[in-house]
């Protein structure tokens, strides 16, 4: 019994382990790509949930799927041993990774002439001017409702 249980926990620290490199992966590609807030939520909602199913195909494998706090726990201490071991050493080779990774698939697209690229390079561009139009947008917004309300506010003067 006391060995299914250490198989259990050491099947439960590696899913923690493997999550905290699919989160550094995350964190490496949201510095590269600077996503939006709604793109980091979903990204963010994303991982949660592949953290959940991981948890649980950990649990489902080794236990048939029992879950005991102690096998949570220990999958959370995998994770944060990988964060405070590992995570500060592998982030700058990453990111570097990545980037030459995105390089490679932006130029061998633009090579091919993919016409998935075109969308996708519009799509960039509209994002980043996006948010320079949407403040200008909410400043005008809130201008016009300012001078709403002055004309209400104020008194008439005869």
Do not use: N
Request: glycine share 12%; net charge positive.
């Amino acid at each position: 019994m006391l060995e299914l249980q250490l198989i259990v926990i050491g099947w439960t620290l590696l899913s923690g382990v493997l999550l905290g490199f699919v989160f550094d992966g995350w964190r490496a590609g949201r510095a590269i790509l600077h996503p939006g807030r709604l793109a980091t939520s979903l990204g963010d909602l994303f991982f949660w949930l592949l953290a959940t199913v991981t948890v649980a195909t950990a649990l489902l494998v080794s236990t048939a799927g029992e879950v005991r706090g102690l096998y949570l726990l220990s999958s959370a201490i995998g994770f944060m041993g990988q964060q405070g071991l590992v995570s500060k050493h592998i982030q700058r080779p990453l990111q570097s990774g990545l980037k030459t990774i995105f390089r490679c698939l932006g130029q061998g697209a633009v090579k091919l002439g993919l016409p998935v690229w075109v969308p996708i390079q519009y799509l960039l561009r509209q994002g980043v001017r996006g948010r320079q139009k949407g403040k200008a947008i909410g400043r005008a917004v809130i201008r016009t409702i300012k001078r709403k309300i002055a004309l209400f506010t104020t008194k008439k003067r005869r």
